[in-house]
């Protein structure tokens, strides 16, 4: 079964930084991979997939992923942070192997952006 | 993108009863849906995996006959909370995936959620 794993439940960046929200996963066969953006009371907003192709996938607001296999991990990033950044992150897989169509959330990690 | 609507968007209701959540994908077909259950400090549980013209298929330890799931239609599911209690209060959030093809693959819209309170 596929899982995913968030490491970390928060993490602090100083608007104008470089940030990072880590991923990892593991499935049996070749997984899709998603972010998702929660705000408070809302929904979840998708951010940006990998599915196959280049291992570096830009998405919305600027933020970006990259897939790195022999890691198994897909970081979400993004070069210069916002105050309005701060919400609620999720990563999520979908493993392809026949017969399994779940898409599986990790615990959400939540980034702070400091003003 | 394709939009997916959830309703209603808050709900209470006295313990004892039943409540019934909608999820429709507005302009697409999802055969595929899923319910999600989001608890206090976030963490996000798949419930089930709603397949149309069939049953759904729960996650382990989900109650099949308390949290009832209908998808009757190519664009709607439904979530029945029946003889809710109080510790069934949580926000509910339903997604429809969107196939788009051998190499498109495929992508979940997210309903905006349902925050159920059991009073």
């Known amino acids: 079964a596929q899982s995913v794993a968030q490491p970390e439940d928060q993490v602090n960046v100083a608007e104008g930084n470089p940030l990072t929200v880590k991923c990892t996963y593991s499935v049996s066969g070749n997984p899709y991979l998603f972010w998702y953006v929660q705000y408070p009371n809302r929904g979840l907003q998708f951010l940006l997939k990998?599915?196959?192709?280049?291992?570096l996938v830009k998405g919305s607001y600027g933020f970006e992923a990259e897939f790195n296999k022999s890691q198994t991990s897909f970081h979400l990033k993004k070069p210069s942070a916002l105050v309005s950044d701060s919400a609620l992150y999720f990563c999520?897989?979908?493993?392809?192997?026949?017969?399994?169509?779940?898409?599986?959330f990790g615990k959400g990690t939540r980034l702070h952006i400091l003003p | 993108g394709a939009v997916v609507s959830q309703h209603p968007s808050r709900v209470i209701c006295k313990s004892g009863t039943s409540v019934k959540i909608e999820c429709r994908s507005l302009?697409?077909?999802?055969?595929?849906m899923f319910w999600y259950r989001q608890f206090p400090k976030k963490s996000l549980m798949l419930m089930a995996t709603?397949?149309?013209?069939?049953?759904?298929?729960?996650e382990q330890g989900v109650e099949k006959d308390k949290f009832l799931i209908n998808h009757a239609s190519l664009t709607l599911s439904t979530l029945t909370v029946t003889s809710a209690h109080p510790e069934d209060s949580s926000f509910y959030i339903c997604?429809?995936?969107?196939?788009?093809?051998?190499?498109?693959?495929?992508?979940?819209?997210f309903g905006q959620g349902t925050r159920l309170t059991v009073v």
């Open positions: 997604s429809a995936r969107l196939d788009r093809g051998l190499y498109g693959g495929t992508e979940a819209f």
């Open positions: 709603s397949n149309e013209g069939s049953k759904a298929t729960y």
């Open positions: 990998y599915i196959t192709g280049d291992n």
């Open positions: 999520a897989v979908r493993d392809t192997y026949i017969g399994d169509d779940k898409i599986i």
């Open positions: 302009d697409f077909q999802a055969t595929t």
